[in-house]
Each structure stands twice: as C-alpha cells, then as structure tokens.
C-alpha cells in the first residue's frame, strides 16, 4: 500500500459527503461528520484525504499531547511549558481500530508504580495522539457502546479523563471527528446519533460515465501514486488555502435574527428532541456562510445546513430511516424567511407568530404522523404499521383458512383445497416487551441483556490480575499485601507491595446475546388478524434486541422446508424488513425449523463462542407434513435442550379450542411459554399488581 494519499480532489462525485467535511474542516465546532452508506464508495479514502488539506499546527517540542505554543494546557501532564521550544507538523490522522480497548483509547496509568512509588506513569492513548488533528472511527456502528460514549463524551468537552483508584490525568482533546457505518451492518442508538454533528448518505454512483471515470482514477492512482497526485498538486493547493480562508473569516460571520428564527422554526417544525439540533444547525450555517466567503447568514446557508444536520436526529424509533422532508422543510423557510413583525395592533386572522400552532386546519398543510409531511397515503415516511382493523393488503384474497366475513357464503369442494400462499400483512403496533435473558454468568460483548463479567458494571469480587492490570481492586490488594510488612522490614509509614499483592476488580454488567428467531410462517399461521398480532409480537422483540444491543437472526419455516432469513447481524433493520415482507401458507415443517436453528447456532458457536444464544420460537405447537411430524419436532426440540440452548415459546395459538402444543413443545425445549398477551411489560406488570397479596385482602373484605 502506497504512503501517498488519494488526492481528495481527485474523488469523483459525493458533493454531500464533500462539503460535511470542509465544513467540519473550517469549523470544528460543527460536531463531525458520520458517513452512513454501502460498502466500496470510497468512505474511507475521502476521510484520509482530507487529513492532507489541513494546515499544519504548531507544536511544542517534547510534549506529546500537542499543545500550542501560543495557549498551551495548563493540565498537561507533560506541562509546565513555559519558555518551550516549538516547531511545526501536519495535522495528524488517527484511525481508531474496531477492537480497540478503552485504555487504549484514553491512555494508561500504571498503577504498580502509582501505588508503590507514588509515580504517575501515564502513556497517553489515541484521544491524545488526534488533539489539534482527525479522528476516524471506520465501521463506528460495530465498536462497543461504552467505547462510543467515551469518544462523544470526549469530542463534546474537547478533554480526555483518565481515572484510576483515586489517582487521575486529563489532558485536552480537541479533534475533527468522522465515523463511516454500513447501515446493514446494524444502527447506532438514537443518542449516540445525536452526538454527530453532521450525517451524509452516499451511495455508489448509477452513471456508466461517472463510474467509468471512477474506475480509471483508481487504476491510474494504482500505478504510479506519486504521479497521479502531482497531477492535482494544484488543486489540492488551492483547497487548502480555501480551507484557511474560511477559518480566518468564520468568527466575522454575523447570524442574523431571521435566519436563527429560521434554524429554531425548523427544528420545531421536525420535531428534533433536544436543542443540539438548533445549535448544531447554527454552527454549520456560520460554517457555510465562511466557505462561501460571506460574512452573512443567508437562507441557502440554513436550509443546506437543515439537510446535513437533522435527518439522523428524526428517528422515532430503530426502523425509521433518516430522512428529510423537503417540502415541509421550504414552507418552514418561507414563513419564517421575515422579519418578526411587532405584536402590538396585529389583525386576528392573520399569519401565526412564531411559537405559535401553524395553520388552522388540523390536517391540512401541518407533518403527517411521522413529522414528516402530510399524511395524504403518499411520499414522505414510513406507513404507520396497521392494526388489526385495517391490515395493509386488505384488498388481497383472503387465505384458505381465514375466517369468512359475515354473511359471506361458503364455497363448497369436493377435496381439500391446496394450501396457498398468502400475501404479506403488516406487523401490528410495537410495543415494550418482557425482558428474557439466559440463565447463568456469561463474558460476552456488553449489552443490556444477561449477567456476564464485562470491563464495566460493578464489582462482585477479587482475583489475582490475568494479565495487565485493569481495574484495581484496592481493599484485597491491602488485605494480602498487610501480613507481610514485618517481614519485608517496613520501617515507615509507606506500605511495601510486591507484584503478587495486586489483585484486579471482577466486574458484573450485562452482556449482548445472540437472538435467534424461529418463526412459523406456515398455513396454520395465515390468518390475517392473527398474523398481524404475530408480526407486531416479533418487531416487538426486534425493537428489544436493538436497544440491548443484540445480535439478531431469523428462520422461517412453512411448506416442506426451514430458511435461514436472515443470518445473525447486528442490523435489526434488515430483520424488520424480512419480517415485513414474510409470506404465509402452505404445511408446518417446525422439526426442520428447530433442526435449522440447531446448525445456525452451531455455527455461531464456532464464530464467537463467548455470545451466548436466546432462542425465540414463535409458534402455535402444530407440526405437519409427515405421519410422526410432531414426534419429530419433539426430538429436535430435546436436542436443543441437550445443548443447554436458552429459549422462550411465543405461544400463538387462538381460539375457542387450544391443543397446547406450543406448551408441549416449551417443555420439551426447557423453556417457559408466554403468550402474545403475556409478552407485553405492561400486561405483566398488571398481573403482578391482581396478585399482590395485599390487593386479595381488600378483594376479600
């Protein structure tokens, strides 16, 4: 791999993903950029790139945390730096690797020397090797949560912490933070979005042109690296100095009272929570207006700063995409883009004083139930999920064995109708559910799930240190080092350690599993309220598994064989979708579907052996297609109980005259049934509440 850098103005194309990194260049303040989109669209090479325009900073001599000469820290472990030499370098690119650790990231002390010899031994982390530079998180969507928060906690205060047993460094940590994600690969939680300054979606060009131009930049960048940059030497140049340009122009630029009421009007109007929106927004329109050598904010400037900084802060929940409404955004402009008129003398009937409900038609011209347009059944948003009243599809042939509508006359056979295949339906509302969770102690990736050993939680016990020690555990290392300070001859009041004192804190948290679904979609399951129930019952467990951050995974089963929907992955987007789009009809194979589930777990096993599966089977107990098809699924069921396979039943059996084969079958897998009813947090809050030996006293009196 060559050492020069891909030009950044040889990058064809992503205007977008191009301007939310000048601007972050011009003003830091911004918050960063996150580059959401496919993989192989040149996410990364274009973040290098731009480490390279960046004018270079100046240094003092010996520190290693970069402080400048002209306001140097004054909590600099290095410090004091009065009177220091200085040189100059160029801003540094730090790319954070996805396993990293949080010592890594931060530093570490080492608290040997610290507790024996009174000495701060720090070696300063990636946080301060990009202060002053870029920092890069490549797949940010796959690094541990904590680890996330640490890095937007850092990028928020512009200063790192490190605390260890009392004894603490903090040094500056100011940087240009960019993270790219492939959205298939899973989403950040909503809050950790709202963290990004600036959010861009790119996706690989459709144009032969513009992909064949792509195509012979890359292989002439391939074949002679030195010489394909000197040909945008120039160019790169002139970007540069564009770049310092805006920085020294950025603190003359005014904003302007209309156009700050344009910023707050429409973060309002998109119903952003918080105020980071605004502020965010007001930064980036600053930024623009300084990138285009103004000194005033215009109404361009806030409504391209409106498309960077709010669709990643419209998420209502998990399986929303980000996105903008564009009309709803141009009228929240148009009435604002005047200036306030006085209050006093104004006529009633007349246009609204901002803060005040818009329009008076309630339906008419305000956002849709999603905040993003008019809910006219067109355009903009996700259609609102339908109950069991109104299931989408409902102009498609009812299943064979739905039940007929009243009045609706029987169509009479000789034989047995084939079973068919059924037409989608749509889940039923989500709601929260019953937290399931494995049995036992786990050392799984943290999550919110199971009880495991993780590097947070709180501390349940003390052992000897496995390796370099973490998290000190301070009363056990006093309690072993205490017996032996006579005989190691303490004369003073210094207690005397030796390595084979320490003992290390064994922390308990929570860890993130793996959630396999089995979910029947055969003819048994076909009718549409009922599927409906089902599939909201399901996205229900999904939304559970995205916010314990699980892994998720999905089989359906219906006709004469099980399919593996969708392989374990941290998107549970692409589940929501799967199940959206799930067919129903045909015979019940469920043995092929729990011998499915046996070899996927199998898999997993081998893949990352300390996650640990839940198995989610979703079912009403019938089994068909052979003579001995229940037998079957029971065996298959018994083999999965053999392995120590944690599961849970979703008994979806209906109707007057219940079989209790899904009960059957939970027995048989060692797990407990729960019905759709019971799935519901707030339907078993309510059971325990009648339960309550208190609540049968007052009954009884």
Same mark, same amino acid.
């Given at each position: 791999?060559?050492?020069?850098?891909?030009?950044? =103005?040889?990058?064809?194309?992503?205007?977008?993903?191009?301007?939310?990194?000048?601007?972050?260049?011009?003003?830091?303040?911004?918050?960063?950029?996150?580059?959401?989109?496919?993989?192989?669209?040149?996410?990364?090479?274009?973040?290098?790139?731009?480490?390279?325009?960046? +004018?270079?900073?100046?240094?003092?001599?010996?520190?290693?945390?970069?402080?400048?000469?002209?306001?140097?820290?004054?909590?600099?472990?290095?410090?004091?730096?009065?009177?220091?030499?200085?040189?100059?370098?160029?801003?540094?690119?730090?790319?954070? +690797?996805?396993?990293?650790?949080?010592?890594?990231?931060?530093?570490?002390?080492?608290?040997?020397?610290?507790? @024996?010899?009174?000495?701060?031994?720090?070696?300063?982390?990636?946080?301060?090797?990009?202060?002053?530079?870029?920092?890069?998180?490549?797949?940010?969507?796959? &690094?541990?949560?904590?680890?996330?928060?640490?890095?937007?906690?850092?990028?928020?205060?512009?200063?790192?912490?490190?605390?260890?047993?009392?004894?603490?460094?903090?040094?500056? @940590?100011?940087?240009?933070?960019?993270?790219?994600?492939?959205?298939?690969?899973?989403?950040?939680?909503?809050?950790?979005?709202?963290?990004?300054?600036?959010?861009?979606?790119?996706?690989?060009?459709?144009?032969?042109?513009?992909?064949?131009?792509?195509?012979?930049?890359?292989?002439?960048?391939?074949?002679?690296?030195?010489?394909?940059?000197?040909?945008?030497?120039?160019?790169?140049?002139?970007?540069?100095?564009?770049?310092?340009?805006?920085?020294?122009?950025?603190?003359?630029?005014?904003?302007?009272?209309?156009?700050?009421?344009?910023?707050?009007?429409?973060?309002?109007?998109?119903?952003?929570?918080?105020?980071?929106?605004?502020?965010?927004?007001?930064?980036?329109?600053?930024? &623009?207006?300084?990138?285009?050598?103004?000194?005033?904010?215009?109404?361009?400037?806030?409504?391209?700063?409106? !498309?960077?900084?709010? $669709?990643?802060?419209?998420?209502?929940?998990?399986?929303?995409?980000?996105?903008?409404?564009?009309?709803?955004?141009?009228?929240?402009?148009?009435?604002?883009?005047?200036?306030?008129?006085?209050?006093?003398?104004?006529?009633?009937?007349?246009?609204?004083?901002?803060?005040?409900?818009?329009?008076?038609?309630?339906?008419?011209?305000?956002?849709?139930?999603?905040?993003?347009?008019?809910?006219?059944?067109?355009?903009?948003?996700?259609?609102?999920?339908?109950?069991?009243?109104?299931?989408?599809?409902?102009?498609?042939?009812?299943?064979?064995?739905? $039940?007929?509508?009243?009045?609706?006359? $029987?169509?009479?056979?000789?034989?047995?109708?084939?079973?068919?295949?059924?037409? $989608?339906?749509?889940?039923?509302?989500?709601?929260?559910?019953?937290?399931?969770?494995?049995?036992? =102690?786990?050392?799984?990736?943290?999550?919110?799930?199971?009880?495991?050993?993780?590097?947070?939680?709180?501390?349940?016990?003390?052992? !000897?240190?496995?390796?370099?020690?973490?998290?000190?555990?301070?009363?056990?290392?006093?309690? @072993?080092?205490?017996?032996?300070?006579?005989?190691?001859?303490?004369?003073?009041?210094?207690?005397?350690?030796?390595?084979?004192?320490?003992?290390?804190?064994?922390?308990?948290?929570?860890?993130?599993?793996?959630?396999?679904?089995?979910?029947?979609?055969?003819?048994?399951?076909?009718?549409?309220?009922?599927?409906?129930?089902?599939?909201?019952?399901?996205?229900?467990?999904?939304?559970?598994?995205?916010?314990?951050?699980?892994?998720?995974?999905?089989?359906?089963?219906?006709?004469?064989?099980?399919?593996?929907?969708?392989?374990?992955?941290?998107?549970?987007?692409?589940?929501?979708?799967?199940?959206?789009?799930? +067919?129903?009809?045909?015979?019940?194979?469920?043995?092929?579907?729990?011998?499915?589930?046996?070899?996927? &777990?199998?898999?997993?096993?081998?893949?990352?052996?300390? !996650? !640990?599966?839940?198995?989610?089977?979703?079912?009403?107990?019938?089994? =068909?297609?052979?003579?001995?098809?229940?037998?079957?699924?029971?065996?298959?069921?018994?083999?999965? @109980?053999?392995?120590?396979?944690?599961?849970?039943?979703?008994?979806?059996?209906?109707?007057?005259?219940?079989?209790?084969?899904?009960?059957?079958?939970?027995?048989?897998?060692?797990?407990?049934?729960?019905?759709?009813?019971?799935?519901?947090?707030?339907?078993?809050?309510?059971?325990?509440?009648?339960?309550?030996?208190?609540?049968?006293?007052?009954?009884?009196?």
């Amino acid at each position: 791999m060559s050492d020069v850098r891909y030009p950044f =103005t040889a990058i064809v194309g992503m205007a977008d993903l191009r301007l939310g990194l000048l601007l972050n260049a011009v003003s830091p303040a911004v918050g960063g950029v996150l580059v959401r989109g496919e993989k192989g669209t040149a996410k990364s090479t274009m973040v290098r790139a731009l480490a390279g325009l960046l +004018p270079s900073i100046a240094t003092i001599d010996g520190c290693r945390f970069a402080c400048d000469p002209g306001a140097p820290d004054p909590h600099c472990p290095d410090g004091p730096h009065a009177g220091g030499a200085s040189s100059e370098r160029p801003a540094r690119l730090v790319e954070l +690797p996805v396993g990293v650790s949080e010592d890594r990231i931060v530093g570490s002390l080492d608290l040997e020397r610290a507790l @024996a010899e009174g000495v701060k031994a720090y070696e300063p982390g990636l946080l301060a090797q990009a202060h002053r530079g870029v920092l890069y998180i490549d797949e940010v969507n796959l &690094l541990q949560d904590h680890v996330v928060d640490l890095l937007l906690d850092a990028a928020a205060m512009g200063r790192s912490y490190v605390e260890r047993e009392g004894v603490s460094v903090r040094h500056a @940590a100011r940087f240009l933070l960019v993270g790219t994600m492939n959205p298939e690969e899973g989403e950040l939680r909503p809050q950790l979005l709202d963290r990004f300054g600036l959010t861009v979606e790119i996706a690989a060009t459709r144009d032969p042109a513009e992909r064949a131009e792509v195509v012979r930049r890359r292989l002439a960048y391939d074949a002679d690296p030195a010489g394909f940059a000197a040909r945008f030497a120039e160019d790169e140049r002139e970007l540069a100095l564009r770049i310092t340009a805006a920085r020294e122009l950025l603190p003359k630029v005014g904003l302007t009272d209309v156009a700050l009421r344009q910023i707050t009007a429409v973060c309002a109007a998109f119903e952003v929570d918080g105020l980071r929106a605004d502020i965010v927004m007001a930064r980036t329109a600053v930024a &623009l207006a300084a990138w285009a050598g103004r000194t005033e904010v215009l109404e361009e400037d806030v409504r391209q700063a409106a !498309r960077l900084a709010l $669709p990643h802060r419209r998420r209502r929940n998990p399986f929303d995409a980000p996105g903008l409404d564009e009309e709803q955004l141009e009228r929240t402009l148009e009435e604002h883009a005047q200036p306030e008129e006085p209050q006093s003398g104004e006529p009633e009937g007349e246009d609204p004083r901002p803060g005040e409900p818009e329009g008076d038609g309630p339906e008419d011209d305000g956002p849709g139930p999603d905040g993003g347009g008019p809910d006219n059944g067109g355009g903009g948003g996700a259609p609102e999920p339908a109950g069991p009243e109104a299931p989408a599809g409902s102009d498609a042939p009812a299943p064979a064995d739905a $039940p007929e509508a009243p009045g609706q006359q $029987p169509v009479p056979t000789q034989h047995p109708a084939p079973a068919r295949e059924s037409a $989608p339906v749509a889940a039923g509302e989500p709601y929260r559910t019953r937290l399931f969770k494995v049995d036992g =102690t786990g050392k799984g990736a943290q999550g919110r799930r199971s009880p495991a050993e993780t590097d947070g939680g709180h501390a349940i016990r003390a052992r !000897r240190p496995q390796g370099r020690l973490a998290h000190l555990h301070l009363s056990a290392t006093l309690q @072993a080092a205490a017996p032996h300070q006579v005989a190691r001859g303490r004369a003073s009041r210094a207690l005397l350690l030796h390595k084979d004192d320490f003992r290390e804190q064994v922390r308990q948290g929570r860890e993130s599993n793996l959630v396999l679904f089995v979910v029947d979609a055969s003819g048994s399951m076909a009718a549409r309220q009922r599927m409906t129930a089902v599939k909201g019952a399901v996205l229900s467990l999904l939304m559970d598994a995205y916010q314990r951050r699980d892994k998720i995974g999905m089989i359906t089963f219906r006709g004469a064989s099980a399919e593996l929907a969708l392989p374990p992955t941290s998107s549970v987007e692409v589940g929501a979708a799967r199940l959206e789009s799930l +067919p129903t009809g045909g015979r019940t194979p469920l043995a092929a579907g729990l011998l499915r589930a046996h070899e996927v &777990l199998r898999v997993e096993r081998m893949r990352d052996p300390h !996650r !640990r599966p839940l198995l989610v089977v979703v079912t009403d107990g019938r089994a =068909t297609g052979t003579r001995d098809a229940v037998a079957q699924s029971q065996r298959a069921a018994g083999l999965l @109980a053999a392995q120590g396979v944690a599961g849970v039943v979703l008994d979806c059996e209906a109707g007057p005259v219940r079989l209790g084969l899904a009960r059957t079958l939970a027995a048989q897998l060692g797990a407990p049934a729960v019905t759709l009813d019971e799935l519901r947090a707030e339907g078993v809050a309510s059971l325990v509440r009648d339960n309550r030996p208190d609540r049968a006293i007052r009954k009884a009196a």
